[in-house]
């Protein structure tokens, strides 16, 4: 009988050694251990991580009646929608006019992340940096306004952007590009279990040495007419309620927001990292992330002394 | 000379380019102003939704198009054609 994963990757975690002299050395059979160091939320429940878990203390049900457009054709009219969301708090026009709502959850929910994990991307740990993200649907609204300009309301002409916004990849390409990840960048799709395995990619290509920082979560946001209507085809939602495990449980309730992680191999001994040039806070939240990943340990901005151009070197590409 | 159809081309591109309508001369290409690509199908969007009119125009090829966006005076002078063969 093997051992449950999360004790086996501790495990891992304290046969690598610490970092020595600057270069970081692998662990028994060439794995680091994997550290998340930062988390960023948009949900139902709140905006942030820590609104979300308060909601959670609070026994707070994020689920109400859904506001959106030609909701009164729906049979089922209930969803864990995110409120009070404006956009133009956090993006440009311009901005807004390339975000499905899918991606303006994950960028914010993104930058929570990367701000709690007081990382900077700029050089050499850029290209060390990727993201993968999860979703089912990807830009579900997209397709369901420019369905509805061209199906209902017989226009001839969609906005350039329609096709950027709606592929599933966009979250994952504008985090990748907002924060200057120039590692790999791409998005998984399995329904309901998307993220799962994209954090289960983002971890091996960090535990492996593939990468050092990864972004890694997903997002959803297909509470729109269309989309709830797909899935009252389904025959598969509760009109009333959300009740696991329970013998009254009468189907499932869509909900909508973004989760991500920050996932980092942990480079530098905590001891030194005391050390390091950086006016970022330590982080307050994480410290139940970890566990099942290995020790909470935090790696050193390797650029905080050096930043090059943010072009990458040709012979960093040739590598 | 700025007649209506010109002044509301201006403003489309002064607001994709981020500039004063004052700024859209006659002599500015596209480069001029800023407007990369994608904003310059942005722009043609906005036109074509502005007139009701369909802009032969291939990202592909844009310099084998039938719509010349050499610079902003050749953009309006087709625009005006346009929108001629539209009124008929």
Not at chain 1, 69 to 83: C, E, F, K, T, W
Not at chain 1, 225 to 238: C, D, I, Q, T
Not at chain 1, 250 to 277: K, T, Y
Request: hydrophobic residues 40%; charged residues 20%.
């Amino acid at each position: 009988m093997s051992k449950p994963l999360d004790e086996a990757l501790i495990d891992a975690g304290r046969a690598a050694p610490a970092i020595q002299g600057g270069r970081d050395l692998a662990g028994r059979g060439g794995l680091r251990r994997v550290v998340i160091t930062g988390a960023g939320t948009i949900n139902a429940l709140g905006h942030d991580v820590a609104s979300t878990m308060q909601a959670f203390r609070d026994g707070r049900c994020g689920i109400t009646q859904l506001e959106f457009r030609d909701v009164d054709r729906l049979s089922i009219q209930i969803g864990a929608q995110v409120h009070d969301w404006t956009p133009e708090t956090y993006f440009n026009r311009q901005q807004i006019l390339l975000y499905d709502k899918f991606t303006q959850f994950t960028l914010l929910a993104a930058k929570q992340a990367v701000e709690q994990a007081g990382l900077h991307f700029q050089g050499a740990l850029g290209l060390r940096s990727g993201v993968v993200l999860g979703t089912a649907g990807g830009g579900l609204n997209t397709w369901d306004e420019n369905y509805r300009a061209v199906y209902e309301e017989g226009k001839n002409r969609v906005h350039p952007f329609v096709v950027p916004k709606l592929m599933n990849n966009a979250a994952a390409s504008h985090v990748s590009m907002e924060f200057g990840l120039r590692g790999p960048a791409f998005t998984v799709a399995t329904a309901c279990a998307s993220s799962n395995h994209a954090m289960g990619l983002a971890f091996q290509m960090v535990r492996s040495g593939a990468a050092d920082v990864m972004l890694s979560g997903g997002s959803e946001a297909m509470l729109c007419f269309g989309g709830v209507k797909a899935w009252e085809g389904l025959r598969v939602m509760s009109p009333d309620g959300c009740r696991p495990f329970d013998a009254r449980r009468n189907g499932m309730v869509m909900g909508e927001g973004a989760a991500v992680f920050v996932l980092e191999a942990p480079l530098v001994p905590i001891a030194e990292q005391d050390n390091r040039i950086t006016n970022t806070p330590m982080p307050a939240a994480p410290r139940s992330w970890p566990r099942s990943w290995g020790s909470p340990c935090r790696l050193m901005r390797r650029t905080s002394s050096c930043r090059p151009p943010r072009g990458p070197s040709a012979r960093s590409l040739a590598r | 000379m700025t007649d209506d159809i010109t002044t509301r081309i201006r403003a489309i591109i002064a607001e994709q380019a981020m500039l004063d309508p004052d700024q859209i001369t006659d002599q500015a290409t596209p480069a001029d102003l800023g407007i990369d690509s994608l904003c310059l199908v942005e722009s043609i969007f906005a036109i074509e939704e502005e007139f009701d009119i369909s802009i032969p125009f291939n990202a592909n090829e844009p310099e084998k198009s039938e719509f010349d966006i050499s610079n902003m005076g050749t953009i309006i002078a087709a625009v005006h054609r346009l929108a001629a063969d539209k009124a008929g």
